[in-house]
């Protein structure tokens, strides 16, 4: 026992020693965060749970198209061969992005004028533009992970936490409602992204040959056509596991629970949202280089698998035990509600923050039919749970239904992270 403990803290030291870009990483993200953290309780003071909810469900159905649209393919950067028609492996799949959310937008316009408000149409007609923006900046932020140009993404993040949260902030004192929140989001997301594409064109040149760039679509399409029928729908599964969970909330308990519960998760993504990208992003960039080198990524996988237990149980678990009775005195009596739905869905954040990152080995290997496999039964237990309690006991309260529905759906974790070891210990031929 005490072999392994002295093997653990090993591991955790030698991953914080000589990181001095991680640190700045680290220390980005921390303040990318703490601007909105500071503003949250202003900001909590001035819109309603309702608009909250509302905000949700259009951000929600934003991600779930951003992740269609892009058919996977911005993946495909951390699996070209570097230097090598890298530009047109950034553009390709923002043109494929670009043609399928102008399908989708059609098809809105068209749907939404017969059957919704004017109001409720404009709302609904912003996501397509929200979700090609979000495709930009995601094609272009996993090119500098790839190439190792960080501090990119250091500024990026400094931009968007500063300038989302005093847009909001000053919309919602004009009365903006929902609208406010949808306009600043749509507005830092532009930035951010005109900022990042100016970043990446100081190293690589964005011109491109027309009749070379469609020849290139065409075999870029083959290539990873196992991107488009098993990582895309995967992507999609994963993002509608969330939207759905907040679509039935909805249905079940109303607008004014659903906000609450909306609320919950954004205090609990606090602290996940410093740690979880930040790891992913290095995860990503140290695994893809350990198998270029070495074939496998077994030594990464066992390094970062430690560094999450560590912070998982060190420091998020205190976190989530302790903060929420703060909750009420920190951004308002209004969410008092809030406070026991974060401690509802702490065993599930536990085990989804240790396998997320992680689980990005299942795409840099190439099991896409696997992930495939596995997002599909965890949107089949995470739905069972909450409608089949539903169903057994209507007069469930929602903390003892988050309650069950996490230790449904943290077991799916925990293989999902026996499955990613799995792969990361496959040697390349």
């Not at 070209?80 to 809105?108: A, G, R, V």
């Not at 501090?151 to 000053?170: E, G, H, Q, V």
């Not at 069972?384 to 309260?397: D, E, G, H, P, W």
């Amino acid at each position: 026992m005490k072999i392994k403990s002295a093997i653990f803290l090993t591991e955790i030291k030698e991953f914080f020693l000589n990181k001095r870009n991680y640190y700045i990483y680290f220390g980005s993200n921390i303040l990318y965060n703490l601007v909105p953290i500071l503003l949250l309780p202003v900001i909590s003071r001035i819109y309603d749970p309702e608009v909250i909810s509302n905000y949700s469900l259009i951000i929600g159905a934003s991600i779930i198209f951003s992740n269609f649209s892009s058919l996977a393919l911005e993946n495909t950067i951390y699996i070209e061969k570097k230097y090598e028609n890298q530009q047109y492996t950034l553009l390709i799949p923002i043109f494929i992005s670009f043609l399928l959310n102008l399908i989708i937008y059609i098809f809105l316009f068209i749907y939404t004028k017969s059957n919704f408000s004017h109001s409720d149409q404009n709302f609904i007609l912003f996501i397509p533009l929200i979700s090609w923006i979000y495709n930009i900046y995601r094609t272009f932020k996993n090119f500098v992970i790839r190439y190792k140009k960080i501090n990119i993404i250091t500024y990026c993040k400094l931009i968007f936490s500063t300038l989302l949260a005093s847009l909001s902030l000053l919309l919602g004192i004009y009365g903006y409602g929902t609208s406010g929140l949808i306009y600043s989001l749509i507005i830092t997301n532009t930035v951010v992204t005109i900022y990042l594409i100016s970043q990446v064109n100081k190293y690589i040149d964005l011109k491109i040959n027309l009749l070379k760039f469609f020849f290139i679509t065409k075999r870029f399409l083959k290539k990873y056509i196992s991107y488009i029928f098993w990582t895309n729908p995967s992507n999609i599964m994963s993002t509608s596991n969330n939207f759905i969970t907040i679509f039935l909330i909805g249905k079940f308990y109303g607008l004014y629970i659903l906000g609450q519960y909306v609320f919950a998760t954004k205090v609990m993504e606090f602290p996940l949202s410093i740690l979880s990208s930040t790891i992913q992003d290095i995860f990503i960039k140290n695994s893809t280089n350990e198998i270029e080198n070495n074939g496998n990524a077994k030594i990464t996988f066992i390094r970062f698998l430690l560094l999450n237990l560590f912070i998982a149980t060190f420091f998020l678990f205190p976190f989530y035990l302790i903060f929420p009775k703060f909750i009420p005195i920190v951004f308002g009596a209004k969410w008092i509600d809030s406070v026991i739905l974060v401690k509802s869905t702490i065993i599930l954040v536990y085990f989804r923050f240790i396998s997320s990152p992680l689980s990005m080995i299942w795409i840099i290997r190439k099991k896409e039919k696997y992930n495939f496999y596995w997002q599909m039964i965890n949107l089949l237990l995470g739905v069972t749970s909450i409608c089949l309690v539903q169903f057994m006991n209507k007069s469930i309260s929602l903390s003892n239904l988050l309650i069950i529905h996490s230790l449904v759906v943290s077991f799916w974790y925990i293989v999902a992270i026996l499955g990613s070891y799995f792969f990361s210990k496959i040697q390349k031929t």
